[in-house]
C-alpha cells in the first residue's frame, strides 16, 4: 500500500499546513487547520492491523456496548404518538421479525425541547417505556444538546443552566443564542467539566423510567441561519486546560465533548449498566463514548453502495461501532433496495433501520410477505450469530480492531484486496460479498487463497478463484474462513429472552482451525470482576479422524446453554463412529451437505469429540 510517504511543510513559518502523499496513486492532499497547529503522528505498523491496534492504544478503545445494540434497531423521524410507537412494536412481535431497539425521535418532546415530553403525544410516557419493556424492547430517546431559551417556564435545563453558569458565551460575555428545532437555544459549554457533569444529571428522570439508550443528534453543532451552519467561530468555550478557547479552536471535538458528557453522566447514574449512546459528531477519540451512523443518506443505490466504504473507513480510523441509515433516510427505497439493504446491514456493527419524516413506511414489513419472508431470515441470522458477534466486539473493545473490516486487514498479503471495497469481513471469520447494484445480472464471487466454505451450503472451496454468480434478491453470498469454528444460538426475538437449546458450534475443517466465544451478561460490568466465561476451540485433521476440542473454560460467569451441538462440514463419506472423550456418542450424517452433528452436555471441563472415518 503506502510504499511511498512524503511529509513537508509548505508554509513556511510553521507546520499549519502539511503536504501529504500516500500510496502510489493518490494525489497530494493538503490540509491544515485554523486553531492553532495540527499533530500529526506516524504509526509504521507495518501491517495495517498492528497500525489500527497501535492507534486504538493512541486514541482510546470503544467499551463493550450492551448487547442488545447488536440487535434490530428501527427508527424513524419520528414515530408518534404513544400508540403508534406501541403498534410498531407490536408489529415486529406478531410477524415474529427479532428486534431488539425502537426510537424515540424529537416528536416526543414538548416543542423540541430537550428532556421535555409532549404529554399529549405521550400521555404515558413512563407506562410507554415499560409497555415495550415487556415485550423486549429497549428504548433510545433522543436528547440534542440545544437547550431551549425558555427563562422563567420552569423548564429545568435551561434554569439550571443559566444558575449554574454552564452555557457558551459571546465574545463579550452574554449567553451565545442560536436558532435550532426549540428555536432560540443556548448551548451547553462542553469541552468544560463542570457542564459535562451537569449535562449528566438531566438523564436522571429518563434512566429512572427505563430508558435504555440515548441519541445525540446535531451536534456538530448544527445551527439554523447562520453561514457556517454553526455557532460564530468567536464565541468563548470554557475548557479542562483552564482559560478559554474560541469556538474556532474547539469545534472539532464539541460533538465528542456531548457524547462524551452523556456518556459519563450514564455511567455516574447507573454504575452498573453499561451506557448506549449514538452521536452524530464526534473525533479521534470519541469512540470511548458512543456509537456512530453516517447521517442524513439517501434511499438510493447509490448511497446504498456506499455504506460498505464509509463503514470500512470508519472501522480501521478507530470507529469501530456504527452503521448507516438502513433504506436510507432520504426519501423511501424501493422493496428491492430495502430488501438488499437489510441484508448487508446484518452484518454491520450497528443494524438500524431508518428514515425522515414525510417518507413513506421503512419496516421491514412494508414490501408485502415476499421481501418480508428474505428480510426476517437475514434478521434471524443475525440474532443466531450474535453469540459470534458479541465475540468479535469483546475482541474489538481490548484491541481496537473493528468487527467490520477489509479483507486485507487480516491478510496483508492479498493485494488484490486494496483497492476493493465492496467485500468485507465481519469479524474473522465471515467474509461477506454483497451485490452492489439492482440488477440480477452475474457478478463475481471472489474466493481469496486458501479454504473457504459457502455459508449457506457448507460447500469447501479452494482460492484464489473467482466464479460468475447471480445471487438472487434474497441471496448473499458470504463465505467462511476455513479453519473456523463459528459459534450460533438458537433464535431469540429479541436479546432479553434467553435461547433455548444448545449452543451450536459450526465447524469448517482446515488447517489452523481454532476460535473463541466468549459470554457474559451483556448488560453490566460484572465481567470485569471475572463474571464472564471465555471457551477456546480448535479442530484437526487428522489421518483417522477429525478431532474438535474444547479447553477447559475460563471464568466464572455461567452461561445460558447446558449443551452443545457440534456440526463439522466436509465429511464426504459417513464416519464409521463418533466419540467423546474416548467414548461412542450418538451423531447424525447429512450426506447431502456433507456435514456430521451431534449434541451433548455442556461441561466446562472441555470436550474431545473424535469423527472416526
Ligand atoms: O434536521 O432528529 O441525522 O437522523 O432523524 C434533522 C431529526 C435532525 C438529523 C439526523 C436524523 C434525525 C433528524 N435530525
Same mark, same amino acid.
Request: hydrophobic share 40%.
Given at each position: 500500500?503506502?510504499?511511498?510517504? +512524503? #511529509?513537508?511543510?509548505?508554509?513556511?513559518?510553521?507546520?499549519?499546513?502539511?503536504?501529504?502523499?500516500? *500510496?502510489?496513486?493518490?494525489?497530494?492532499?493538503?490540509?491544515?487547520?485554523?486553531?492553532?497547529?495540527?499533530?500529526?503522528?506516524?504509526?509504521?505498523?507495518?501491517?495495517?492491523?498492528?497500525?489500527?491496534?497501535?492507534?486504538?492504544?493512541?486514541? =482510546?478503545?470503544?467499551?463493550?456496548?450492551?448487547?442488545?445494540?447488536?440487535?434490530?434497531?428501527?427508527?424513524?423521524?419520528?414515530?408518534? &404518538?404513544?400508540?403508534?410507537v406501541e403498534e410498531v412494536a407490536r408489529t415486529f412481535r406478531n410477524k415474529n421479525i427479532p428486534a431488539d431497539v425502537l426510537y424515540l425521535d424529537i416528536d416526543y418532546q414538548k416543542n423540541n425541547r430537550p428532556f421535555s415530553v409532549d404529554r399529549e403525544r405521550f400521555p404515558a410516557f413512563d407506562r410507554l417505556v415499560e409497555n415495550l419493556g415487556a415485550l423486549g424492547f429497549k428504548v433510545i430517546a433522543i436528547t440534542d444538546l440545544h437547550v431551549a431559551k425558555l427563562p422563567e417556564a420552569g423548564y429545568e435545563?435551561?434554569?439550571?443552566?443559566?444558575?449554574?453558569?454552564?452555557?457558551?458565551? %459571546?465574545?463579550?460575555?452574554?449567553?451565545?443564542?442560536?436558532?435550532? +428545532? &426549540?428555536?432560540?437555544?443556548?448551548?451547553?459549554?462542553? /469541552?468544560?467539566?463542570p457542564a459535562r457533569k451537569w449535562w449528566g444529571t438531566l438523564y436522571a428522570k429518563f434512566v429512572a423510567i427505563g430508558i435504555a439508550g440515548f441519541w445525540n443528534d446535531m451536534n456538530e453543532p448544527a445551527i439554523f441561519g447562520t453561514p457556517t451552519k454553526?455557532?460564530?467561530?468567536?464565541?468563548?468555550?470554557?475548557?479542562?486546560? =483552564?482559560? /478559554?478557547?474560541?469556538?474556532?479552536?474547539?469545534?472539532?471535538?464539541?460533538?465528542?465533548? %456531548?457524547?462524551?458528557?452523556?456518556?459519563? =453522566?450514564?455511567?455516574?447514574?447507573?454504575? %452498573?449498566?453499561?451506557?448506549? $449512546?449514538? /452521536?452524530?459528531?464526534?473525533?479521534?477519540?470519541?469512540?470511548?463514548?458512543a456509537a456512530s451512523w453516517t447521517g442524513d443518506n439517501s434511499s438510493t443505490w447509490n448511497h446504498y453502495r456506499m455504506s460498505v466504504p464509509t463503514l470500512l473507513s470508519l472501522g480501521i480510523s478507530g470507529y469501530p461501532l456504527v452503521g448507516d441509515d438502513i433504506g436510507g433516510f432520504v426519501g423511501s427505497p424501493s422493496p428491492e433496495l430495502?430488501?438488499?439493504?437489510?441484508?448487508?446491514?446484518?452484518?454491520?456493527?450497528?443494524?438500524?433501520?431508518? /428514515?425522515?419524516?414525510?417518507?413513506?413506511?421503512?419496516?421491514?414489513?412494508?414490501?408485502?410477505?415476499?421481501?418480508?419472508?428474505?428480510?426476517?431470515?437475514?434478521?434471524?441470522?443475525?440474532?443466531?450469530?450474535? &453469540?459470534?458477534l458479541y465475540t468479535q466486539i469483546e475482541e474489538t473493545s481490548r484491541t481496537g480492531v473493528p468487527l467490520m473490516r477489509p479483507l486485507w486487514l487480516d491478510y496483508p498479503d492479498a493485494e488484490d484486496f486494496y483497492q476493493n471495497d465492496?467485500? #468485507?469481513?465481519?469479524?474473522?471469520?465471515?467474509?461477506?460479498?454483497?451485490?452492489?447494484?439492482?440488477?440480477?445480472?452475474?457478478?463475481?464471487? $471472489?474466493? &481469496?487463497?486458501?479454504?473457504?466454505?459457502?455459508?449457506?451450503?457448507?460447500?469447501?472451496?479452494?482460492?484464489?478463484?473467482?466464479?460468475?454468480?447471480?445471487?438472487?434478491? *434474497?441471496?448473499?453470498?458470504?463465505?467462511?474462513? *476455513?479453519?473456523?469454528?463459528?459459534?450460533?444460538?438458537?433464535?431469540?426475538?429479541?436479546?432479553?429472552?434467553?435461547p433455548r437449546g444448545p449452543l451450536e458450534l459450526r465447524v469448517y475443517p482446515a488447517p489452523d482451525c481454532r476460535s473463541s466465544l466468549y459470554v457474559d451478561d451483556g448488560i453490566s460490568f460484572g465481567y470485569q470482576k471475572g463474571e464472564f466465561v471465555?471457551?477456546?476451540?480448535?479442530?484437526?485433521?487428522?489421518?483417522?479422524?477429525?478431532?474438535?476440542?474444547?479447553a477447559p473454560a475460563e471464568g466464572s460467569y455461567v452461561?445460558?446453554?447446558?449443551?452443545?451441538?457440534?456440526?463439522?462440514?466436509?465429511?464426504?463419506?459417513?464416519p464409521k463412529q463418533v466419540r467423546i472423550d474416548g467414548r461412542p456418542l450418538a451423531f447424525q450424517y447429512d450426506s447431502s451437505h456433507k456435514a456430521v452433528s451431534m449434541t451433548f452436555s455442556y461441561l466446562k471441563s472441555g470436550f474431545e469429540v473424535a469423527i472416526d472415518r
Open positions: 500500500m503506502a510504499k511511498q510517504l +512524503w #511529509f513537508s511543510c509548505v508554509q513556511e513559518h510553521a507546520c499549519r499546513r502539511a503536504l501529504l502523499w500516500l *500510496g502510489r496513486q493518490s494525489r497530494p492532499a493538503a490540509f491544515g487547520s485554523d486553531g492553532g497547529e495540527l499533530d500529526y503522528y506516524f504509526i509504521d505498523g507495518p501491517e495495517p492491523k498492528a497500525v489500527v491496534k497501535r492507534y486504538a492504544e493512541l486514541t =482510546g478503545l470503544t467499551p463493550l456496548p450492551p448487547v442488545w445494540s447488536l440487535g434490530f434497531q428501527q427508527c424513524r423521524y419520528s414515530y408518534y &404518538p404513544q400508540a403508534r435545563p435551561y434554569d439550571q443552566g443559566i444558575a449554574g453558569d454552564h452555557f457558551v458565551r %459571546n465574545p463579550d460575555g452574554s449567553v451565545y443564542v442560536g436558532e435550532v +428545532w &426549540p428555536g432560540a437555544s443556548v448551548f451547553p459549554d462542553f /469541552t468544560w467539566a454553526t455557532m460564530p467561530l468567536d464565541t468563548v468555550h470554557r475548557v479542562d486546560s =483552564g482559560g /478559554t478557547a474560541v469556538h474556532r479552536e474547539v469545534h472539532n471535538v464539541f460533538g465528542m465533548q %456531548n457524547s462524551r458528557a452523556t456518556y459519563e =453522566g450514564l455511567l455516574e447514574l447507573q454504575p %452498573n449498566r453499561r451506557p448506549l $449512546v449514538l /452521536t452524530r459528531a464526534t473525533f479521534s477519540g470519541g469512540q470511548r463514548y430495502l430488501t438488499r439493504w437489510i441484508e448487508l446491514g446484518a452484518f454491520n456493527p450497528i443494524f438500524r433501520d431508518h /428514515t425522515n419524516k414525510g417518507t413513506l413506511d421503512q419496516e421491514p414489513w412494508v414490501h408485502g410477505e415476499e421481501h418480508l419472508a428474505i428480510r426476517r431470515r437475514y434478521i434471524e441470522t443475525r440474532y443466531k450469530l450474535l &453469540p459470534y465492496r467485500i #468485507f469481513l465481519f469479524g474473522p471469520d465471515l467474509l461477506i460479498e454483497p451485490k452492489m447494484d439492482e440488477t440480477l445480472d452475474a457478478m463475481s464471487l $471472489v474466493v &481469496p487463497a486458501g479454504i473457504w466454505y459457502d455459508y449457506w451450503t457448507g460447500e469447501r472451496r479452494t482460492g484464489p478463484s473467482q466464479a460468475k454468480i447471480q445471487p438472487a434478491l *434474497g441471496e448473499l453470498p458470504i463465505l467462511v474462513r *476455513g479453519g473456523a469454528i463459528v459459534p450460533h444460538q438458537p433464535l431469540v426475538q429479541s436479546t432479553s429472552e434467553v471465555r471457551l477456546a476451540f480448535t479442530c484437526a485433521e487428522e489421518p483417522a479422524s477429525i478431532v474438535v476440542k474444547m452461561p445460558w446453554f447446558n449443551s452443545l451441538r457440534v456440526v463439522v462440514h466436509a465429511v464426504s463419506v459417513r
